[in-house]
């Protein structure tokens, strides 16, 4: 007989939309690639060109230049990188889209070196702001208080280390929650303990790792449970 997990929805929730477009800087190159998810994000279609001309010629020209800078100072620096943009899709529509990424790291946390001693690649996740920001918001909603307080804390922590606005971070903790299939507060609360155990210098993670443990601590209590 199988069993349903209540922290999970039992009906797969509609979205024409993916969850992520994931964009990939390989320091031996010196380029960008996206996997084709990304594409279908922004309502563009890969011509073959480099993908920053493809998305900077068809990004708000207000945009523009703080989104290279972003990415410029986490290439230069290996630190972590986050914005917000708005694109026109081949359709000629404005798309809301808001990108954060880091280091790619090993399991440890520890940032993944080349032999030059530079990072081997940065990796980013983008998404559609106003799309996820109010299915997170209806989730949230119903969310009991103690539930709604943890959102509101991860919420704050995306905010502040990678400088994201309230919308864009709670649409980042709710395409998480998508992705895994598991309820928004339920992803809140584990990355809210999983925050308070960073305690000791050098232990430290990067948000962006911490959300994809939550969903890997996740699956493991399903497994075992």
């Not at 084709?36 to 900077?56: A, N």
């Amino acid at each position: 007989m199988t069993t349903s997990d209540p922290t999970r929805g039992d009906q797969p929730r509609p979205d024409p939309v993916p969850t992520f477009g994931e964009g990939f800087y390989e320091y031996a190159t010196g380029r960008w690639s996206w996997s084709p998810e990304m594409f279908t994000l922004l309502g563009v279609v890969d011509d073959g060109r480099p993908v920053e001309e493809q998305v900077y010629e068809r990004m708000h020209p207000s945009d523009r230049a703080t989104v290279a800078e972003s990415l410029a100072r986490s290439i230069e620096d290996g630190g972590p990188f986050a914005g917000q943009y708005r694109i026109r899709d081949d359709e000629g529509r404005e798309r809301s889209v808001a990108f954060v990424g880091d280091v790619e790291r090993d399991a440890s946390g520890a940032s993944r070196l080349g032999v030059d001693g530079r990072p081997v690649r940065l990796r980013g996740v983008a998404f559609d702001v106003s799309r996820a920001a109010r299915q997170a918001a209806s989730e949230a909603v119903t969310a009991a208080t103690a539930d709604r307080a943890a959102i509101e804390q991860v919420k704050g922590a995306l905010m502040f280390e990678y400088g994201l606005d309230a919308d864009a971070a709670f649409g980042l903790l709710s395409r998480y929650s998508q992705r895994g299939n598991v309820k928004l507060a339920v992803v809140a609360r584990r990355v809210a303990d999983l925050l308070g155990r960073q305690t000791e210098p050098g232990t430290e993670r990067s948000l962006l790792q911490i959300l994809e443990w939550a969903l890997a601590s996740h699956d493991d209590v399903a497994e075992t449970g």
